[in-house]
């Protein structure tokens, strides 16, 4: 199992480009690598996915140096609506999809 | 589409009780899972499905059950609550080709209370 391991928490202001990393050491050759966001009282969403090297959509790039043992997504001038926890998810290609404890982001005016 | 529907959204229970959390899918996806959150812990395997007829264990398994009869439902059954089942509840699918490639579609919860 790609075991993953994030930052608890992260604080930025309105405007900041934020990055969260994401270590995941035991990833394997078949797994991807995908990103979620979650909001109190709701369930998590998508937010993107990638194999190697980097993705880019409309709400972030996600950054996957040639070893795969990282990813780092990045937030361009996140808003106060950013606010949220972050989690990494890498591995579970037979089903057992192990997330980590994710990463609370707090923007501040 | 109503994508992921959870059923009841809220739930009290006492201890010894037994119910089931309701969970669909209008996706015609194969692959289904539940989830637990508890402050500070994440997100916790409980177990999943990757198609009908078939259901492995994840993380945290003792003391739920679960079966899947259809493609589009997969119950999770809590056969003698526990205070310790207090609990927000998710369910998620995604399409079977790779789990680990589909994004999961996730349910918005169902929050247990054990007394």
């Known amino acids: 199992l790609a075991k993953t391991t994030q930052p608890i928490s992260m604080d930025s202001y309105e405007g900041q480009e934020v990055n969260i990393t994401c270590s995941h050491n035991?990833?394997?050759?078949?797994?991807?690598i995908t990103w979620y966001q979650q909001f109190p009282s709701q369930g998590p969403r998508f937010i993107i996915q990638g194999y190697k090297t980097k993705v880019t959509n409309e709400v972030a790039s996600l950054f996957i140096p040639a070893d795969r043992k990282s990813s780092t997504l990045s937030l361009p001038r996140v808003s106060l609506s950013d606010t949220a926890v972050y989690y990494c998810l890498a591995g579970g290609s037979q089903g057992n999809l192990i997330f980590g404890k994710g990463t609370k982001l707090s923007v501040k005016p | 589409n109503a994508g992921v529907t959870q059923t009841p959204k809220f739930q009290v229970l006492k201890t010894g009780q037994s119910m089931t959390l309701q969970c669909a899918q209008d996706m015609n996806h194969e692959y289904m899972s539940w989830y637990r959150q508890d402050p500070g812990m994440g997100l916790r395997l409980i177990h999943y499905?990757?198609?009908?007829?078939?259901?492995d264990q994840g993380e945290v398994p003792n003391g739920y059950n679960v079966s899947r009869s259809t493609t589009e439902d997969f119950p999770l059954r809590l056969l003698s609550a526990a205070p310790s089942q207090t609990s927000v509840y998710f369910c998620a699918s995604s399409y079977r080709d790779s789990p680990s490639r589909s994004p999961l579609h996730f349910g918005n919860g169902t929050r247990l209370t054990v007394t």
């Open positions: 499905s990757v198609g009908a007829g078939i259901t």
């Open positions: 035991n990833i394997a050759t078949n797994d991807y």
